[in-house]
């Protein structure tokens, strides 16, 4: 899935929405520390209150939340796993109401296999179907709706947890006094999920079945054994990760010291790729290998690349030596300079306008600009060197 896949269904999820129709939902309530089902239910979703549905809708939507790669990831199932998560989701998407909750049990049975929280957990699933309109009907014509409609079923999972509210002091209108006020309840934390998945993926109007959407709870942080014991998928690199075997590559192809516009050229190269794959509207990711970076340095002005010097650099840092890099994984959103004297945040294209000096035997960053230097009001007079 790409993040305009994502973001189709991430915006579907609002009240009385044709496009989403959510038929089921269903809570398990698990006890911390033992990981005992203390209670479940499964309803129609519109028998909820609607305030209780906003916050569920807006709680799934914070499943579908986060970069690929960092908090999203499309993940492949594994293969010969005795009846694996695949199967019991698909089963769950073809039963009927009971059948669905038993395999929905077996999920939440997988997930506190090996333990539980300091807290108790809720674990939310949906059923629904979701519909996309492939193509608008005229507007010479006199019918309403769609002309075709993408159908699909799935089913989304996000996992909470819960806190105990605080004691406060609250104001008793009719009684005029003030009394303290605590609430024994557990109140489910619906604002940050903890993880969550989404089965199955979706590509432009196909949905496959092979891969799954998983939610972490924190960016960069996936949960491995929630991963390869729960969802039954194999290893995963994360957008960080990605950056840190990237950046380790060019260290040991650069050295340590190298010109700010080398560095700013290698991110345009980049960039570049990127572009191009945007313009032709591919729904896959550019990928690099060692030889994409081989040709990336060279054009990038890095004296003596070598073929054999990327691909040892690659197998020291990989045990694929055949690993592509995602390429939107590989340039920072910023870079930043951190100095005694100032904190400086510039865009990876212009890092070419900064230029690191010795002056007069101290050293300066020199930064290229085209307007003038406003500082609190004051225009900064040039000075030339």
Not at 39 to 58: G, I, K, R, S, T
Not at 193 to 210: H, I, K, R, Y
Not at 312 to 333: Q, S, V
Request: with cysteine.
């Amino acid at each position: 899935m790409n993040k305009q896949d994502i973001a189709n269904i991430r915006k579907q999820f609002k009240l009385d929405n044709y496009r989403m129709n959510i038929r089921e939902i269903f809570n398990v309530y698990v006890q911390k520390e033992s990981g005992e089902i203390y209670h479940q239910v499964c309803q129609p979703f519109q028998m909820l209150e609607q305030e209780a549905q906003e916050l569920f809708l807006a709680n799934f939507k914070k499943v579908l939340t986060g970069n690929l790669d960092a908090k999203l990831f499309e993940l492949k199932f594994q293969r010969d796993v005795d009846y694996s998560t695949q199967t019991i989701l698909f089963e769950g998407l073809q039963s009927d109401s009971a059948d669905w909750q038993d395999n929905m049990i077996e999920i939440v049975t997988k997930m506190f296999a090996q333990g539980s929280y300091e807290f108790d957990t809720v674990v939310t699933f949906i059923r629904a179907e979701y519909r996309k309109p492939t193509r608008k009907r005229g507007a010479e014509s006199e019918e309403g709706g769609d002309d075709e409609v993408y159908s699909s079923q799935l089913i989304l999972c996000s996992v909470n947890k819960t806190d105990h509210p605080k004691k406060a002091l609250m104001f008793d209108y009719i009684e005029k006094e003030y009394k303290s006020y605590h609430v024994m309840d557990p109140i489910i934390n619906l604002e940050s999920p903890m993880s969550g998945f989404l089965f199955p993926t979706f590509n432009d109007n196909a949905a496959d079945v092979n891969h799954i959407l998983y939610c972490a709870g924190k960016a960069n942080q996936p949960d491995l054994r929630f991963i390869e014991e729960v969802l039954n998928c194999g290893e995963i690199m994360t957008a960080q990760d990605d950056k840190d075997c990237f950046d380790f590559i060019l260290k040991e192809v650069m050295g340590d010291e190298v010109e700010s516009r080398v560095i700013s050229n290698v991110y345009e190269e980049i960039d570049k790729i990127i572009q191009e794959n945007t313009e032709k509207e591919e729904s896959e990711a550019p990928m690099l290998d060692s030889r994409d970076i081989e040709r990336i340095l060279t054009v990038s002005g890095v004296e003596n690349v070598e073929a054999a010097k990327v691909e040892h650099a690659l197998k020291a840092i990989m045990d694929d030596e055949k690993h592509e890099f995602k390429a939107n994984n590989l340039i920072p959103k910023s870079i930043k300079i951190n100095t005694k004297v100032a904190d400086v945040t510039i865009n990876p294209k212009d890092l070419k306008y900064v230029k690191y000096i010795t002056f007069e035997g101290k050293r300066c960053l020199l930064l290229e600009v085209d307007e003038e230097v406003v500082v609190e009001g004051f225009r900064l007079e040039s000075e030339t060197l």
